[in-house]
């Protein structure tokens, strides 16, 4: 999945005579260059692989720190691989000609921003390999390329998915049940193609779904305040599609359905009572809706919903992971989750 950031107002170069720096209240270099890197955004890569590792902890009580951690670094090398072929597809497409922190923009080198985002790719998938070799079973790097695929589906010629508005589709798939399966099978390494693994009884499929729509979420926010570059290069995203109010009218229903899915999940008996912590989120997703459904129609000011998408994303994630946790650590093991 690929997101975007906060379009800066532009600044052009200082005439002769004048002083160089931005102006007040502009962005300065380093301040484009932030929004280019985008830190915020690595959470929507590990995040997943937190939560699966969580439900694999939860059902078996083991943890395999190493692979963990090779997952996770994998992980953000593979989604810095996305941000940064991104840039270069868009910047074939001419979509973000007004994205002044755009790396391509800022380097004026598409090449070399290719090269990085390839480079990128190769060692994230080297991480996987690695612990595929380690394990001698190519299962996690099988679903790892997939996801790959989806991504590159999503940005890439000849397909380029997101322009014809199924990247929000790809995203749920891609960063919800392949993403939060392959962490989990990394760490328990038991047969993952079966209905017993993937039902409303067991932990996998409510959490692989609430990661993937809040991690989608994140994606369909950064689309309100660009409608008229999407317009302008033929991009027909959700928003584009909806209108930023339908869009904005939407928003709500989705995010209540996260809270509704991990309830239906408590009461089938996927999901530990615990888990139920989620909800704690709910003031950080009341907050998002409100902003979006007040600033929808204005560029400036509803750009930073996807940063409040992130806040959502991180928050609904981190409590789901602790009720997880908490299931194995302090309630009774014939209470424990999946046992």
Not at 69 to 91: G, P
Not at 115 to 140: M, S
Not at 214 to 220: A, C, I, Y
Not at 273 to 302: G, I, N, T, Y
């Amino acid at each position: 999945m690929t997101t975007q950031s906060v379009k800066p107002h532009y600044q052009p170069p200082a005439e002769p005579g004048h002083q160089i720096g931005p102006r007040p209240g502009q962005p300065s270099r380093q301040q484009l260059w932030m929004a280019a890197i985008k830190p915020p955004m690595y959470c929507v890569a590990v995040m997943p692989i937190f939560v699966g590792s969580a439900v694999a902890y939860a059902q078996t009580g083991s943890f395999k720190m190493g692979v963990f951690i090779v997952f996770s670094l994998s992980a953000v090398l593979l989604l810095v691989w996305e941000n940064l072929t991104n840039d270069v597809f868009d910047a074939a497409t001419g979509i973000d000609e007004n994205k002044h922190h755009s790396l391509v923009n800022l380097t004026q080198n598409r090449t070399l921003i290719l090269g990085l985002g390839n480079g990128c790719l190769l060692l994230g998938i080297a991480g996987i390999g690695a612990i595929a070799l380690h394990q001698q079973d190519p299962t996690v790097l099988k679903i790892v390329l997939a996801c790959c695929a989806l991504g590159y589906l999503y940005q890439g010629p000849p397909f380029r998915l997101g322009y014809q508005g199924l990247g929000e589709f790809l995203c749920f798939f891609s960063f919800g049940p392949l993403a939060v399966g392959a962490a989990y099978y990394a760490q328990v390494q038991r047969p993952l193609w079966s209905w017993q693994v993937w039902s409303w009884q067991a932990p996998l499929l409510p959490a692989a779904i609430i990661i993937g729509m809040t991690t989608t979420l994140v994606l369909f926010c950064s689309h309100f305040h660009q409608v008229k570059d999407d317009l302008k290069a033929g991009k027909k995203s959700p928003i584009v599609r909806l209108g930023t109010q339908r869009g904005a009218l939407l928003l709500p229903w989705v995010c209540g359905s996260v809270f509704a899915v991990s309830l239906v999940a408590v009461v089938t008996g996927g999901l530990p009572k615990s888990a139920l912590l989620l909800w704690v989120s709910m003031p950080v997703a009341v907050r998002l809706c409100q902003h979006v459904l007040k600033f929808h129609a204005q560029p400036e000011q509803v750009s930073n919903a996807k940063f409040l998408a992130i806040h959502f994303h991180v928050w609904s994630g981190l409590l789901l992971l602790g009720g997880l946790l908490v299931s194995r650590l302090w309630l009774p093991t014939h209470l424990a989750v999946g046992l």
